[in-house]
């Protein structure tokens, strides 16, 4: 499953500015999971502490934008 999503917005022909084709946005897996299932695989705790959370259903990576 991919946390970015794309979003195309309309670009008028008005706009003065140069139009941005492309915005992209990013949802956390905690938004597909309505409850805790039994039994999820959990990471070791030093890796848990080091991702920032115990389930690798629940991981979601931070990649900084580049400008």
Not at 12 to 39: A, H, R, W
Not at 40 to 47: A, R
Request: glycine letters at 2%.
């Amino acid at each position: 499953m991919h946390q970015t999503k794309v979003w195309f917005p309309y670009v008028s022909p008005m706009d003065p500015c140069p139009p941005v084709l492309e915005k992209t946005y990013s949802t956390p897996p905690n938004l597909y999971i309505g409850f805790q299932p039994p039994n999820l695989p959990q990471f070791s705790p030093h890796e848990a502490l080091r991702l920032g959370t115990l389930w690798p259903a629940l991981y979601s990576p931070y990649h900084p934008r580049k400008y």
